[in-house]
C-alpha cells in the first residue's frame, strides 16, 4: 500500500471540519449526525472515523480550528500606526468576516460552540486555554494603548482586556439578531464609548 502524505492527511481533516462546520450551523452540534458529515464530506464512515474517533473529538477539533484562527489575526497589528488603532483593526475586521456571508456559519457555531462548553468540560477547557495564550499576547497594546491616553492609566490593564473582549462577544449576539448592523459605525461607536475624549473620531461633530 502506497504511503499516504501528512499533507495528504491534513487535506482530508480540513475536509472533514469544513464539512462538520456547514452541518453544526446548519442543523446544530447535537442534532448533526456522522452520517450527516459523511453526506456532506462525501467520505465514509471509516474514513472518517481514521482521523477522528468521534463525533466529540471533530467538535473539539473545530472548536480548536476556529481559535486558532483567532490567533492567526494577530499578526495584522503589525501594520497599524498605534496600539489603540491595532485592537480596533483586530475587532473590525473579525466583526466584517463574521458578517459577511461566508462567516454566517462560522458566526452561528461559535455561539453555539460556547453555549456547549457551559456543559462540555473539554470544550470549556479549550476556551480557558485559548484565553490563556491569546490574553497576554492582546495585554501589551492595551497597556500601550494606556500610555498613548487612550485608556485611563489607572485602570487595571487585564480589567481593560476583558471588558473589550466581552464587547466582542456581544457584537456577535447583536450580529446574529441584526445581520444588517453597520459595523463601521458599531465600532465608532464602541470608539467613542470606550475610549478617552481626547481620542480623535469620524463620529465627533
Request: charged share 15%; glycine share 0%; proline share 0%.
Given at each position: 500500500m502506497p504511503k499516504v502524505s501528512e499533507e495528504y492527511r491534513e487535506a482530508r481533516r480540513q475536509q472533514i471540519l469544513a464539512?462538520?462546520?456547514?452541518?453544526?450551523?446548519?442543523?446544530g452540534i447535537h442534532p448533526t449526525t456522522m452520517d450527516d458529515i459523511c453526506t456532506e464530506s462525501r467520505l465514509s464512515r471509516g474514513a472518517i472515523y481514521g482521523y477522528y474517533a468521534s463525533k466529540q473529538a471533530i467538535?473539539?477539533?473545530?472548536?480548536?480550528?476556529?481559535?486558532q484562527a483567532t490567533r492567526g489575526k494577530l499578526s495584522s497589528v503589525a501594520t497599524a500606526s498605534s496600539a489603540t488603532e491595532a485592537l480596533f483593526s483586530?475587532?473590525?475586521a473579525a466583526f466584517v468576516e463574521l458578517a459577511a456571508p461566508a462567516g454566517s456559519p462560522l458566526l452561528h457555531l461559535d455561539q453555539m460552540l460556547k453555549a456547549e462548553s457551559t456543559h462540555n468540560p473539554a470544550l470549556l477547557e479549550h476556551l480557558r486555554q485559548?484565553?490563556?495564550?491569546?490574553?497576554p499576547l492582546i495585554l501589551p497594546l492595551i497597556v500601550q494603548a494606556q500610555a498613548e491616553g487612550s485608556f485611563p492609566a489607572d485602570l487595571d490593564p487585564e480589567?481593560?482586556?476583558r471588558f473589550v473582549v466581552a464587547v466582542q462577544d456581544g457584537v456577535k449576539v447583536q450580529l446574529?439578531?441584526?445581520p444588517q448592523i453597520d459595523l463601521d459605525r458599531f465600532v465608532e461607536t464602541m470608539r467613542r464609548l470606550i475610549l478617552r475624549p481626547s481620542i480623535d473620531s469620524p463620529l465627533k461633530s
Open positions: 464539512a462538520s462546520v456547514v452541518c453544526f450551523a446548519r442543523k467538535i473539539e477539533a473545530v472548536f480548536v480550528a476556529m481559535e483586530l475587532a473590525q485559548n484565553a490563556a495564550t491569546v490574553y480589567m481593560i482586556l446574529l439578531i441584526d
